[in-house]
C-alpha cells in the first residue's frame, strides 16, 4: 500500500514537473499574429520580377489603390530584407490592411521593414502612414542609405477584431517605400519568473511531501 502511495506521489512530482516545462515555452513563445507578413505569396512567376497586386491579390491582405495595385516584387528586382519578396508601394494614397483577432485593452506590437526603392529618382526618404488599434496614422520615415530599417510600435486592441493598415500618404515627398517582414505580436499573459516562482513553490511543497512516511 505504501509503495503504491509513494508511486502516485512521485507521479504527481513529475506531472508538476512537467506543466512548470509547458508554462515556460508558452510565457516565451511569441506568435505573429499576421498571415504573409513576408509577403511570399503568392509565388511570384520564376520570368517575373514583379507583379501589380489588387483587391485580395496579395495573400491575406486587402490592397485599393488609385492606379494598378502595389508591386509585390522578388530578390531579381529590388532587395527584400527577409525571404525572397516584398511590397513596393508606388502610387501616392495606396494601402494594405489585413484583421486579425485580438483581446479587447491588451496591448501589441508591431513590427516592419522600410526601405526606398533602389531605382527611385526621387529625392528624400520614403514615408509610410500606419494605422492600428488605438493608433491612428502614424507617420514612420525610412533610411534610404541605411537599407532595411526595422519599426517597431506599441498599440492596443480597442475590440476584438484589429484592423492594421500600412498608407502610401498622399503628402509623401519621398521615393516609393518598399515594406516587408510585418509582424504583431503579444506579451506573454504571465511573466516567467511569476510562473517560475509559483510553480517552484508547488514543487517545494510536493518534496516535502514525499519525503514524509
Known sequence: MKNNTRCSRLQLFFAAV???GIATSANAAQVNLIIN??????????????????ANQLTGWSVV?????????????????????????????DRISQSFATVTGQSYTL???LYRYRGSVTSGWPTLGVTVGNINNATFVGNGSAGYV?????????????????TYPWNSPGPFPELDNVSVSSPAAVPIPAAFWLFGSGLIGLLGFLRKP
Open 111 to 113: 513590427a516592419f521593414d
Open 37 to 54: 507578413g513576408g509577403f511570399e505569396g503568392p509565388v511570384l512567376a520564376p520570368l517575373d520580377l514583379y507583379q501589380h497586386r489588387v
Open 18 to 20: 512537467f506543466l512548470l
Open 65 to 93: 489603390s488609385s492606379y494598378i495595385g502595389v508591386v509585390q516584387f522578388n530578390n531579381l528586382y529590388d532587395l527584400a530584407s527577409e525571404g525572397s519578396q516584398a511590397v513596393q508601394f508606388e502610387t501616392l494614397g
Open 150 to 166: 526595422t519599426n517597431t510600435l506599441q498599440f492596443m486592441a480597442v475590440s476584438s477584431i484589429t484592423a492594421l493598415t500600412f
